[in-house]
C-alpha cells in the first residue's frame, strides 16, 4: 500500500508533476494595491462632486441636480464594480457581465414600475384644489 494519496492531479504531486503556483485558472484579475488606490480615489472624488453641487446650489432646478448627481451615481457603481469587485466582459466566462446586465433590467424595471405607480398614485388619489373648495 502506497502512503502517497493522488488527489485528483491537484497539488504538488498531482498530474503535472510540478506545482500548480502561479498557473492561472482562467480570466481572474488579481488587483494591485496601486488599483485598490485609483479605485478609492475615483470613489471618493465621485462622492466629494455630487456633495459639493447639492452645498454649492450650483444648479437653479432641483431637477437638473437630481439627474448629475444620479450620472456621477451611475458612474460610481461602474468604478466600484471595475475596481473592488473585478467584475468586466472576461471574469467569469462573461458570466458576471450577464447576471450584470439582468440586474440592471430587473432594478430599472422596479424603479420606473414604482416611480410610474407613485406619480398616478398622487395624481389620481390626491384632490385638487376644485375639489377642496367643495368640501363641507
Not at 491537484?10 to 480570466?27: E, I, Q, R
Not at 494591485?32 to 444648479?59: D, N
Not at 450620472?71 to 469587485?85: G, K, R, T
Not at 432594478?107 to 406619480?119: K, N
Amino acid at each position: 500500500m502506497s502512503a502517497h494519496i493522488d488527489n485528483a492531479g491537484h497539488g504538488a504531486h498531482g498530474g503535472h508533476g510540478h506545482d500548480d503556483h502561479g498557473h492561472d485558472d482562467g480570466p481572474v484579475s488579481h488587483s494591485t494595491f496601486k488599483g485598490y488606490m485609483t479605485g478609492f480615489v475615483l470613489a471618493v472624488v465621485l462622492t466629494a462632486i455630487p456633495f459639493w453641487l447639492v452645498m454649492a446650489k450650483v444648479f437653479d432646478k432641483p431637477n437638473t441636480t437630481a439627474l448629475v448627481i444620479l450620472a456621477f451615481a451611475v458612474v460610481q457603481i461602474v468604478v466600484h464594480m471595475v475596481y473592488f469587485l473585478h467584475m468586466d466582459a472576461k471574469s467569469e466566462g462573461g458570466w458576471n457581465l450577464l447576471a450584470l446586465i439582468f440586474t440592471i433590467v430587473v432594478v430599472v424595471i422596479t424603479l420606473a414600475g414604482s416611480l410610474w405607480v407613485m406619480y398616478h398614485m398622487n395624481t389620481n388619489m390626491m384632490p385638487s384644489m376644485h375639489d377642496m373648495k367643495n368640501m363641507p
